[in-house]
């Protein structure tokens, strides 16, 4: 997604992450890391084998294990962090700072 194109596409459309996977064509979660590149919120994609950070620095856990303490800790008290289950794969969870 060129970034040029994708800067515009949140004033008309938001943050939803479905809407905005819908207008490129591509997945919740490619658009979730999408989002965090463009726009530099600090953001995990949480999937059942792999975490990926993008966005600006932020201090996440530094293992899997941690992660999964870490979410179920959020859920409870998210204390500045969104929490957003993804549509498009089963278990998938975005956290977003800020």
């Known amino acids: 997604m060129p970034r040029v194109a994708f800067v515009t596409a949140p004033a008309r459309l938001g943050e939803d992450l479905a809407a ?3 207008e490129f064509r591509v997945s919740q979660s490619l658009m979730a890391l999408r989002v ?3 726009i530099g919120v600090p953001t995990a994609l949480i999937t059942r084998r792999v975490v990926r950070t993008r966005g600006a620095a932020w201090e996440w856990p530094p293992t899997r294990e941690r992660w999964m303490a870490f979410v179920a800790q ?3 008290h ?3 962090i969104r929490v957003s289950q993804l549509g498009d794969a089963r278990g998938r969870v975005v956290l977003r700072a800020g």
Request: neutral net charge.
């Open 20 to 22: 905005l996977s819908a």
């Open 78 to 80: 998210p204390n500045g």
């Open 74 to 76: 959020v859920r409870a």
């Open 36 to 38: 965090a590149e463009c």
